[in-house]
Nanobody
Framework: HVQLVESGGGSVQAGGSLLLSCAVYGYDYSNYCMAWFRQAPGKEREGIALINHDSSTRYADSVKGRFTISRDTAKNTLFLQMNTLKPEDTATYYC???????????????WGKGILVTISS
């Protein structure tokens, strides 16, 4: 039974930082393409950061230069370092895993339950 469990969310003021973690249990996704998504209230879920097998990364324009996706393969854990946070970053953040070495946001097959991030102005 595969589980992706996000942690590290919470409430911070604008300009602050948060580190999200996603621990994977039940399957070794450490060498597969994984990603972070978010869903703001009243909006559709969007892919914001993706990391491939070779550690190449892709970011949405809205987070580029502020967020960094990374992984610890030994711990089967995915990270999202979020800096210079803005009120518009307020959302529920999800990690997801594909079964591919290289993927797009539409290729995910396993999802976490999400964690809330709230940025106050």
């Amino acid at each position: 039974h595969v589980q992706l469990v996000e942690s590290g969310g919470g409430s911070v003021q604008a300009g602050g930082s948060l580190l999200l973690s996603c621990a994977v249990y039940g399957y070794d996704y450490s060498n597969y393409c994984m990603a972070w998504f978010r869903q703001a209230p009243g909006k559709e879920r969007e892919g914001i950061a993706l990391i491939n097998h070779d550690s190449s990364t892709r970011y949405a324009d809205s987070v580029k230069g502020r967020f960094t996706i990374s992984r610890d393969t030994a711990k089967n854990t995915l990270f999202l370092q979020m800096n210079t946070l803005k009120p518009e970053d307020t959302a529920t953040y999800y990690c997801a895993a594909s079964g591919r070495w290289f993927c797009g946001y539409s290729d995910m097959r396993a999802w976490g339950k999400g964690i809330l991030v709230t940025i106050s102005s």
